[in-house]
């Protein structure tokens, strides 16, 4: 059993002040992720290589992810939330700059991974944060401002890249400079954020029996977002969109998110989440899949990857809800860092047979590969409400 626990004094500022550099560093960090995301994919797209390798490449982050992932939470414990920030900000912008440095495939492979390893902290350490601070009648509220926060900024990353450009040098430049944003609404906080205490547990193998809906919903949600942040830009490329345009396809899919967040909660709130579950991973799947449908240089397109975005999008929250029901606690703990690990982990899987899937047949590919994925979501869904009534 683990348990992630804190004395935090609050003192009359309240749970909302003491968030407050959680939520700007978060914007940063969505900001910075917006704008580097499709930088490798593209560049890799140009040189020549097939997707197959640009979908590897783009793997090795949540390959770095799952090796450093289960350890985070104590060494937040060890050297305290801020100064592991710090330090993971650091490496990731340095990380970033090494993309400068080379054109190799394997490079990047190698930089990718360790900008996975260290590129999750900031995420883990900050829901850990979160939960730490907050009451359980706030929890949903903060949950969904983070979120907010985090998508916003990440809608305006590709309109950075419009400004400095998707090749060369300078766009990953850029990015690293705007990874370092993360660390300055947190420095003031260095002594003032949450101490993190972490004890040993036994494992992650109950978490998976006791919540399998939950975690599939984890693995579908993380492998269409991931896949769609590598391979949107790629998509459009190879349909004739200019490389710019095509990483605004990406701002198009987290404004979804951000306008139908509040109203899929809601539902959530208010009916059998299973089947809110089962109806998004549907729509989803219907959504990717008509993708290839549109053509890719009209409007259209715009509001299907708008739709698919926000509603595939939620799949991760209403997944976060159904473990919720399940876990409380010192056991909530654990639950979520397994859940993160098998968000990372459909990316992994993703990635590669996606690339694969559109050297094979195509544009399409990218549509039947998610559609596929989502219709398992779906058919779990629908036998967990079978089978619970």
């Known amino acids: 059993m683990s348990a992630i626990r804190a004395k935090v004094g609050l003192g009359a500022t309240g749970p909302w002040r003491s968030l407050v550099p959680v939520f700007v560093a978060c914007a940063a960090i969505g900001l910075q992720s917006g704008a580097v995301m499709p930088l490798v994919p593209l560049a890799l797209e140009r040189q020549g290589e097939d997707k197959l390798t640009i979908g590897i490449v783009a793997a090795a982050w949540a390959l770095g992810m799952l090796t450093t992932g289960p350890h985070i939470p104590r060494l937040a414990a060890r050297f305290g939330a801020v100064p592991l920030i710090l330090a993971a900000v650091l490496a990731g912008s340095l990380c970033t700059v090494g993309y400068t440095l080379t054109t190799h495939p394997v490079a990047w492979f190698l930089l990718s991974f360790v900008h996975g390893a260290v590129g999750g902290v900031p995420w883990v350490v900050s829901e850990i944060w979160m939960n730490l601070v907050v009451d359980e009648k706030r929890r949903g509220r903060v949950m969904a401002i983070y979120a907010a926060m985090f998508a916003g900024g990440m809608a305006l990353g590709p309109f950075v890249l419009q400004i400095v450009g998707v090749y060369g040098p300078v766009p990953f430049l850029t990015c690293a400079g705007l990874a370092l944003l993360v660390a300055l609404p947190l420095l003031p906080y260095r002594y003032r954020a949450p101490a993190i205490r972490h004890h040993a547990d036994s494992g992650y193998g109950a978490i998976f029996v006791a919540a399998p809906l939950a975690m599939l919903a984890a693995f579908a949600g993380g492998l269409g977002e991931q896949v769609a942040f590598s391979f949107l830009p790629v998509y459009a490329v190879s349909a004739g969109v200019a490389p710019e345009t095509g990483a605004l396809w990406l701002s198009a899919f987290v404004v979804g998110n951000v306008a139908l967040q509040w109203p899929i909660g809601w539902l959530a ?121």
């Open 269 to 389: 709130d208010h009916s059998d989440r299973r089947g809110v579950l089962a109806g998004l991973a549907t729509v989803s799947a219907a959504l990717v899949i008509g993708l290839t449908f549109v053509p890719a240089q009209s409007l259209a397109i715009v509001g299907v990857i708008m739709l698919w975005g926000g509603i595939s999008f939620a799949i991760y929250p209403v997944g976060l809800a159904l473990l919720g029901q399940r876990f409380s606690g010192g056991d909530i703990a654990r639950a979520n860092t397994a859940f993160s690990l098998i968000y990372v982990v459909g990316g992994l899987v993703g990635r590669p047979l996606t690339g694969a899937a559109m050297d094979a047949v195509g544009e399409p590919g990218l549509g039947w590969t998610l559609g596929f994925f989502y219709a398992i979501a779906t058919g779990g869904a629908l036998l967990a409400m079978r089978r619970r009534g």
